[in-house]
């Protein structure tokens, strides 16, 4: 089954404590994105990748890093995460000619306290 | 910076009734898609809409790109509450990877 996956599916840590959000797709799909989603703002792109070892920023970057090693895996790292990071956190993937047309994980549900 | 605006954010109707959802920008784009989000999951790609004028249709829902490609719409005729959900419009820029979305349009459908 074609499929976005995201692990975990739902996180309560501490705030400075690192954690890694992983994702995986099976489509072989080039393009890869990060997006958090949080009441009243709608889906804001953290990340995005359009290939193997390529990586650009979004909206909103700042306080996340991400790598692109493998063409399936595209994890989020947050290094030392902070209360504001609280949100749900959504992986999306494409084909690199139609990058607008996103498959997406089912989603990570994060809490920083 | 490019923005996309969605309305109305809430739509509370009941079972039959019609109704349209609006998204708004400044900019133009080289095409304009629609998902639709249920709660727990993530948004699922309903259309994308690339001409301008292009109307396209799904069902009882009608998508429309606004003849400039600045604007697009979204009517379902005789909504059921299956149609409830969060709509989202997006679009991105054509000489980078960005993507953007609007804030939503929350469907409630009342049996």
């Known amino acids: 089954e074609a499929q976005v996956t995201q692990n975990p599916r739902y996180l309560i840590t501490v705030t400075g404590k690192k954690l890694t959000v992983t994702c995986s797709q099976n489509m072989n799909h080039e393009y890869m994105s990060w997006y958090r989603q949080d009441p009243g703002l709608g889906l804001r792109q953290i990340y995005y990748?359009?290939?193997?070892?390529?990586?650009d920023k979004g909206d909103v970057p700042e306080g996340y890093k991400v790598s692109r090693k493998e063409k399936r895996n595209f994890p989020l790292i947050l290094e030392s995460p902070s209360p504001n990071q609280t949100s749900l956190y959504f992986c999306?993937?494409?084909?690199?000619?139609?990058?607008?047309?996103?498959?997406f994980g089912p989603g990570t549900r994060l809490t920083v306290t | 910076t490019q923005l996309l605006e969605q309305s109305p954010q809430f739509l509370s109707i009941q079972e039959g009734e019609n109704l349209t959802v609006y998204c708004n920008s400044s900019s133009v784009f080289s095409s304009l898609q629609w998902y639709r989000q249920e709660p727990g999951e993530g948004p699922v790609l309903l259309v994308t809409?690339?001409?301008?004028?292009e109307v396209k249709k799904l069902k009882r829902l009608t998508f429309q790109f606004g003849d400039a490609r600045k604007d697009s719409s979204l009517h379902i005729t005789a909504a059921q509450p299956g149609d409830t959900g969060l709509y989202l419009c997006?679009?991105?820029?054509?000489?980078?990877?960005?993507?953007?979305f609007g804030q939503g349009t929350t469907l409630q459908v009342k049996p």
């Open positions: 999306a993937s494409s084909y690199y000619q139609n990058h607008y047309e996103q498959y």
């Open positions: 997006a679009a991105g820029s054509s000489n980078t990877g960005k993507l953007i």
């Open positions: 809409v690339v001409t301008g004028g």
């Open positions: 990748s359009m290939n193997v070892e390529v990586t």
